[in-house]
């Protein structure tokens, strides 16, 4: 627990976590940091799923990553913040735009937004989702985390792998000019996620939103233009 000055005293208005029952010190100090957090707070009031809504919120004003009529897969999107954001930024209110959301678990259903319970590196995944598309993306974005270990150099390690298979799945569905925007850590092997893309994206960059934790080694990896082409469905 984080403390201000040498007396270690708590912020004014900080809530605190009492010790005791079957908490662990570190699930004692994420509930805490969820308590205090004023993303979380504000996306309760804004009825967003997730403080995550905020990141792509950012990201999107940034860099216009979300158009009307835009085609859009949602990669390990429970429970939903991402998502959310996507339905009303394409339009789909108005009957513009797709959002295919995938996840292995599932959660409650968004208004226009087609749900799918399967893993995304399955080898059926990308045609199913072109399918539900009604043709290429124009937009591939993941916010997965593997559960952490707590063991920093792993837990980069396993976010990189799940980063890594974001953007080669991307590259199968999405069309010419599309975008791919995923979670990484800082670690070490983040660069070789850039270069590798480089290849196939006329940008690429990483950037880290306000909304990300400044204590976290958090960061996202944005690719634009991308020059190959997925499959139009049969």
Known sequence: ?????????????????????????????????????????????????????????????????????????????????????????VGLASGRGKVVAIDLLPFDPLPGVEAIELDFMDPEAPGRLIDLLGGPADLVMSDMAANATGHRKTDHLKIMGLAEAAAEFARTVLGPGGGFVAKVLQGGTEGVLLADLKRDFATVRHVKPAASRPDSAELYVLATGFRGAAAEPE
């Open 1 to 89: 627990m984080t403390g201000t000055g040498r007396s270690g005293a708590s912020a004014p208005g900080r809530q605190r976590v009492k010790k005791g029952g079957n908490r662990t010190p570190s699930s004692r100090a994420w509930l805490e940091r969820q308590l205090n957090d004023p993303y979380v707070a504000r996306a309760k009031r804004e009825g967003l799923r997730s403080r995550a809504a905020f990141k792509l919120t950012e990201l999107d004003d940034r860099y216009g990553l979300l158009r009307p009529g835009h085609r859009v897969i949602d990669l390990g999107a429970a429970p939903g913040g991402w998502s959310q954001v996507a339905a009303q930024r």
